[in-house]
């Protein structure tokens, strides 16, 4: 999905050189989920049950600003 893609990406520049090892397996673990699954996670419309992840989620979410 392209809209994943812009949120990961604005995401990777922005962020990922921040990561410690912990956040950074989480990362590489959110890209491995079903787009479905993160675009509902991203989204707000679901909550993943891991609160890392969750918490990474929400990180991922405020880097993103939509391009006008």
Same mark, same amino acid.
């Given at each position: 999905? /392209?809209?994943?893609? +812009?949120?990961?990406? $604005? #995401? +990777?520049?922005? $962020?990922? +050189?921040?990561?410690? @090892?912990?956040?950074?397996? /989480? #990362?590489?673990?959110?890209?491995?989920?079903?787009?479905?699954?993160? #675009? +509902?996670?991203?989204? @707000?419309?679901?909550?993943?049950?891991?609160?890392?992840?969750?918490?990474?989620?929400?990180?991922?979410? $405020?880097?993103?600003?939509?391009? $006008?």
């Amino acid at each position: 999905m /392209r809209e994943l893609d +812009a949120v990961l990406q $604005s #995401f +990777a520049e922005s $962020s990922l +050189a921040t990561l410690d @090892g912990a956040d950074l397996a /989480r #990362f590489e673990r959110i890209l491995e989920l079903p787009d479905p699954e993160l #675009f +509902a996670y991203l989204t @707000g419309r679901n909550a993943p049950a891991d609160l890392d992840i969750a918490r990474l989620i929400e990180r991922v979410r $405020s880097s993103h600003r939509p391009r $006008s």
